[in-house]
């Protein structure tokens, strides 16, 4: 199990350009069953307080590019669960309706990574990057918007992944609530003025989801 988890370790270091530099392994036992185990980390990042990317220098007319998910990545698995699970009625190793892979495969999609594309654009050129965890596009855009803009993000300039629209559908949500619990196909929001946007998109591989418009500090969902 260490072999497996080191071998998982060392490869995303590899690919992310970061070392491993430290861990401790505690063994309890009586606390899990066999074969079972838990697992924590975190990534530790340095920054010249001048070089910090945090929204400030967005204006009104800049655009807001979306970097594509690869499905729920870290969030929103209870309401998933409870969807696929209770009142769908599937199981792990059931498919997903009009897919050819299983529940399991579609919920265990490993996180994007989006540090080795971001790391080949400059800086100077990203004024605002939102890493779109919970909350959604609409809790995690706010975080790098000045108090006097707005977030205008355009639904239909991206096809949202599939798995989405099957929880939307069976779970009955609305649009908001989907938009604030799940990630709808962007990991990451990236801020660029109009006259980078699209030397910043090929670069990327990334696509026009927005806009930054005078406000309140909100985001608002054009449909």
Not at 74 to 80: P, Q
Not at 178 to 190: D, T
Request: charged content about 25%.
């Amino acid at each position: 199990m260490f072999q497996q988890l080191l071998r998982g370790f060392s490869h995303a270091c590899r690919s992310a350009g970061c070392a491993l530099v430290g861990g401790e392994t505690a063994q309890m036992p009586g606390m899990y069953r066999k074969g079972e185990y838990d697992l924590a980390g975190c990534i530790i990042g340095v920054v010249d307080r001048s070089n910090i990317i945090d929204g400030r220098k967005s204006r009104p007319g800049d655009i807001i590019l979306g970097l594509e998910s690869n499905g729920l990545h870290t969030n929103g698995y209870s309401l998933a669960r409870e969807i696929l699970f209770r009142k769908m009625r599937l199981k792990v190793t059931s498919r997903l309706p009009g897919s050819k892979i299983t529940v399991g495969q579609e919920l265990l999609r490993v996180h994007k990574n989006y540090q080795p594309r971001l790391a080949k654009m400059a800086m100077d050129v990203i004024k605002g990057l939102a890493h779109i965890t919970g909350g959604g596009l609409i809790d995690n855009l706010p975080r790098i918007l000045p108090v006097n803009c707005d977030a205008v993000i355009e639904t239909k300039n991206w096809r949202v992944p599939r798995i989405f629209r099957i929880l939307q559908e069976n779970g009955k949500l609305d649009a908001k609530e989907m938009y604030q619990v799940f990630n709808m196909g962007v990991g990451m929001a990236a801020v660029v003025s109009e006259p980078d946007a699209k030397r910043a998109m090929r670069m990327l591989k990334a696509k026009r989801i927005g806009y930054i418009a005078r406000g309140s500090g909100k985001v608002r969902l054009e449909f």
